[in-house]
T-cell receptor
Framework: DSGVTQTPKHLITATGQRVTLRCSPRSGDLSVYWYQQSLDQGLQFLIQ???????AKGNILERFSAQQFPDLHSELNLSSLELGDSALYFCASSGGTGDEQYFGPGTRLTVT | GQNIDQPTEMTATEGAIVQINCTYQ??????LFWYQQHAGEAPTFLSYNVLDGLEEKGRFSSFLSRSKGYSYLLLKELQMKDSASYLCAVRARSGYSTLTFGKGTMLLVSP
């Protein structure tokens, strides 16, 4: 158990819908990262927050957005969902900007 | 840009030793990480190298050559539970923990 929690574990929704994925980092960690993992693309970095502020952006679509709240939990919002958005979404956390990342169990999103 | 290459699949026998290679081309370098990921589960941290040389951690060791853009993960005394995907990831800039992952090497350990 990494100490990072994610909810929900599974999510099934239809195209065009909007969903919110939630992540709570390990106690004391200030950085939160979001990743998308699909079979053909591997683990793709989406976005990083550090202590409430956006720190780095990866291959995140404009339909996707995220935020980190004062209690350091984070949410990833996915809108106008497409079939291709079906994937595992992982959240990771680290203590600062230079530490190894610890991953949550992931949310499996299925768009039908 | 970042480019990280790993073999797609490897097979090995229980009790043997296997070496998984990773080559990278990145704009800047500030550390290389290895993660293990079982199917459908979260990646778990295995090792970190930032200086050249070998880091040993029980049955797992990781090597780095910055001049060659090359790393390997060495797994000794293989066990069935080592069957998993092994992900190589590079951190390109200091002060940031953003990682770029390779596509992973699927290791199958057979009896």
């Amino acid at each position: 158990d990494s100490g990072v929690t994610q909810t929900p574990k599974h999510l099934i929704t239809a195209t065009g819908q909007r969903v919110t994925l939630r992540c709570s980092p390990r106690s004391g960690d200030l950085s939160v990262y979001w990743y998308q993992q699909s079979l053909d693309q591997g683990l793709q970095f989406l976005i990083q927050y550090y202590n409430g502020e956006e720190r780095a952006k990866g291959n995140i679509l404009e339909r996707f957005s995220a935020q980190q709240f004062p209690d350091l939990h984070s949410e990833l919002n996915l809108s106008s969902l497409e079939l291709g958005d079906s994937a595992l979404y992982f959240c990771a956390s680290s203590g600062g900007t230079g530490d190894e990342q610890y991953f949550g169990p992931g949310t499996r999103l299925t768009v039908t | 840009g970042q480019n990280i290459d790993q073999p797609t699949e490897m097979t090995a026998t229980e009790g043997a030793i296997v070496q998984i290679n990773c080559t990278y081309q990145t704009s800047g370098f500030n550390g290389l990480f290895w993660y293990q990921q079982h199917a459908g589960e979260a990646p778990t941290f295995l090792s970190y190298n930032v200086l050249d040389g070998l880091e040993e951690k029980g049955r797992f060791s990781s090597f780095l050559s910055r001049s060659k853009g090359y790393s390997y993960l060495l797994l000794k005394e293989l066990q069935m539970k080592d069957s998993a995907s092994y992900l190589c990831a590079v951190r390109a800039r200091s002060g940031y923990s953003t990682l770029t992952f390779g596509k992973g090497t699927m290791l199958l350990v057979s009896p």
